[in-house]
């Protein structure tokens, strides 16, 4: 399967290069480019993508804003991976609670871009998740009491929910647990919809806001 790309970037060089590596990759495609917040959405709109790669900071419409109108507008939207300048900043940490699949360093060398984009594709694992805790740490909201979703998770489901927190795939998690893949498969898809989630990544922050993380 090809995996189709549009590049949201305000600078015409980072897009340049972007594309260049992406390109060079067997199985990977760009279709269209984007210079502004708004541009990303209509462009989307249009070409329907697997992956955008949408820089945080744009004109008109910054990608926060633009993540949150694609996830909104579409009935099958793609997978959003925000690259931006600074690893620990707000702006990322809100475009993940925007719906955002993960985040990439603009510095990112090919072959992390690369993989981040077939990573997200695939939804197997989250990207960074050292990094995620850490701005959970700094910008999370932290309710005051638990959501009622925290309750109805089963253990099972807990410890999914932990382990896909620290970064593990499907596969990895099914060794931790001594079940089959299609166990643990079962089981994330029984945490996403009890946390009301589109991916991993969206699970995860849930779960930091909620409190469900601060013993591990």
């Known amino acids: 399967m090809t995996i189709r790309i549009v590049l949201a970037d305000d600078e015409r060089m980072v897009r340049t290069a972007l594309r260049a590596i ?8 760009v279709v269209g480019e984007a210079a502004t ?20 900071r ?25 690259v931006t300048t600074f690893e620990n900043d707000a702006y990322v940490y809100e ?13 990112a060398d090919a072959d992390s871009l690369v993989q981040a984009v077939r990573l997200v594709v695939h939804s197997d694992s989250l990207l960074f998740p050292a990094a995620v805790r850490a701005l959970a740490t700094e ?9 009622a979703w925290v309750a109805r998770l089963t253990g099972r489901e ?25 166990t643990v498969k079962t ?4 945490v996403l919809a009890k946390t009301a989630t589109r991916d991993r990544t ?3 922050i849930a779960a930091y806001e909620a409190g469900f993380m601060k013993d591990v």
Not at 187 to 190: D, F, L, T
């Open 22 to 29: 992406l390109t060079a990759e067997p199985g990977l495609e």
């Open 158 to 182: 807990s410890e999914v929910l932990r382990l896909m927190a620290a970064g593990l795939t499907n596969a990895e998690i099914a060794g931790r647990m001594g079940v089959g893949p299609a």
């Open 139 to 147: 910008y999370g909201r932290t309710k005051a009491a638990p959501p």
């Open 202 to 204: 969206q699970a995860v």
């Open 58 to 82: 744009m004109p008109e419409t910054d990608g926060i804003r633009a993540t949150e109108q694609i996830l909104a507008t579409l009935p099958d939207p793609p997978r959003i991976v925000v």
């Open 37 to 56: 917040g708004a541009e990303a959405v209509s462009v989307v709109r249009e070409l329907a993508p697997d992956v955008v790669l949408m820089d945080v």
């Open 95 to 107: 475009a993940l609670r925007a719906g955002a699949s993960g985040f990439l360093l603009k510095r």
């Open 187 to 190: 089981h994330v898809a029984a």
